[in-house]
Nanobody
Framework: QVHLVESGGGSVQAGGSLRLSCVGSGYTYSTYYMGWFRQAPGKEREGVAVIRIGGATTYADSVKGRFTISRDNGKNTLYLQMNNLKPEDTAMYYC???????????????WGQGTQVTVSS
């Protein structure tokens, strides 16, 4: 059974940084496409950054140049380094996995429980 667990969320001031982690288990991690998504209250879930099996990345325009997604297949771990955080980045952040490429569309098969990120001005 696929299991994803996020960590690293918290509260920071605008301009600060956070690093999110997502540990996967129950599947062959290196053969899955992975991504980070977020959902703010009253808004739809949106794609933030995704990474292909080979390591190529895609970012939402709103986070380009500030966020970096990476994966360590040896540790079954996905990361999201978030720099220069803004209040509009406040949301619940989820990691997701799928054996098929979905891009930034939040239609992945497997999801973690989420970790809250709050950015104050």
């Amino acid at each position: 059974q696929v299991h994803l667990v996020e960590s690293g969320g918290g509260s920071v001031q605008a301009g600060g940084s956070l690093r999110l982690s997502c540990v996967g288990s129950g599947y062959t991690y290196s053969t899955y496409y992975m991504g980070w998504f977020r959902q703010a209250p009253g808004k739809e879930r949106e794609g933030v950054a995704v990474i292909r099996i080979g390591g190529a990345t895609t970012y939402a325009d709103s986070v380009k140049g500030r966020f970096t997604i990476s994966r360590d297949n040896g540790k079954n771990t996905l990361y999201l380094q978030m720099n220069n955080l803004k209040p509009e980045d406040t949301a619940m952040y989820y990691c997701a996995a799928d054996g098929y490429w979905r891009g930034l569309v939040p239609d992945y098969r497997y999801w973690g429980q989420g970790t809250q990120v709050t950015v104050s001005s």
